[in-house]
């Protein structure tokens, strides 16, 4: 079993639809990040948690330490948001090294 | 954040070759990375570069096959060495550690392909 996990896998929505994808991990944690991947590679970190929620613009990012869960929702979704989101943890005696989901491909159709 | 200059953007390159890639940081950084994306797959870690000192690499990956320099807290190189059509990938430096931030900054990527 992955130590992060990451569903759905894929994902295909409308234009304006809510988004949600969701992120469990098994390690204990430091820090989790949301990163987003668009098809020329470049990768942008979207968030970086500890606790609580994130919010900026669109984009809102929870995290429950309890439940070893985040979600990242995306509301008002467009077709610009097409992209493969990542959730990746920093494990309590990491290094700053990252443990990668597989990604969630989000296709958004106008 | 801090930016990366990574370059080249995309190479391609003969079997048996080697290429150099460059990974520049405006800013002093504490921790730098080499990736790898191989195609349809997630990013997987080669190995820290370390300043100063050898880097420290990751199961499945040596130092002969991808030697890694850092000179400073600011540049970093990733050599392919001997280059096989499997090494074809997208290879990513990141940082983190920069000024307190600890968030992650990548690189755009090299995507290198063998022939």
């Known amino acids: 079993k992955n130590e992060v996990e990451q569903s759905p896998q894929n994902l295909t929505a409308q234009e304006g639809e809510f988004i949600t994808i969701n992120c469990s991990y098994s390690?204990?944690?430091?820090?989790l990040h949301w990163l987003q991947q668009h098809p020329g590679g470049g990768i942008v970190s979207l968030f970086m948690?500890?606790?609580?929620?994130k919010k900026h613009g669109r984009l809102i990012a929870t995290i429950n330490i309890q439940e070893k869960h985040s979600s990242l929702h995306i509301t008002a979704s467009h077709p610009r948001d097409s992209a493969v989101y990542i959730c990746?943890?920093?494990?309590?005696?990491?290094?700053?090294?990252?443990?990668w989901g597989a990604g969630t491909k989000l296709i958004i159709k106008p | 954040s801090a930016v990366i200059s990574q370059k080249p953007s995309r190479d391609i390159c003969q079997r048996g070759t080697s290429l150099t890639i460059q990974c520049q940081v405006d800013?002093?950084?504490?921790?730098m990375f080499w990736y790898r994306q191989q195609p349809g797959q997630s990013l997987t870690l080669i190995a820290t570069?370390?300043?100063?000192?050898?880097?420290?690499?990751e199961s499945g990956f040596v130092i002969d096959k991808f030697p890694i320099s850092r000179p400073n807290l600011t540049f970093s190189t990733l050599t392919v060495s001997n280059m096989s059509p499997e090494d074809s990938s997208i290879y990513l430096c990141?940082?983190?550690?920069?000024?307190?931030?600890?968030?992650?900054?990548f690189g755009s990527g090299t995507r290198l392909t063998v022939v």
């Open positions: 990141s940082v983190t550690g920069q000024g307190g931030d600890y968030g992650y900054t």
């Open positions: 800013s002093q950084v504490t921790m």
């Open positions: 570069a370390n300043q100063g000192s050898e880097a420290t690499y």
């Open positions: 390690v204990g944690i430091s820090a």
């Open positions: 948690l500890s606790s609580g929620k």
């Open positions: 990746a943890v920093e494990g309590l005696d990491s290094n700053y090294q990252l443990i």
